[in-house]
């Protein structure tokens, strides 16, 4: 990770936006962020994306789907 930032910031990047791959928050999200600390003053712009499933509306949606899903596997 370090090593893409520090290309980015080489070849002049200003706006920075991380897009996890992590669908729960926990250790490695928590990881993730402590890791790109150090940039975030470094550009213009910087975020990262919050885990897929940290919001209510795509834990529910999720559930909605497996249980549609699952209809027939009694």
Sequence with gaps: MCQA????????????????????????????????????SRFVQFKVAEPFLSVRENIEAVAETLIHTGKGYD
């Design 5 to 40: 930032l520090d290309r980015a910031l080489a070849d002049g990047i200003e706006e920075m936006v991380i897009i996890q791959t992590h669908f729960l928050q926990g250790m490695r999200h928590e990881s993730l962020l402590n890791l790109t600390r150090a940039y975030r």
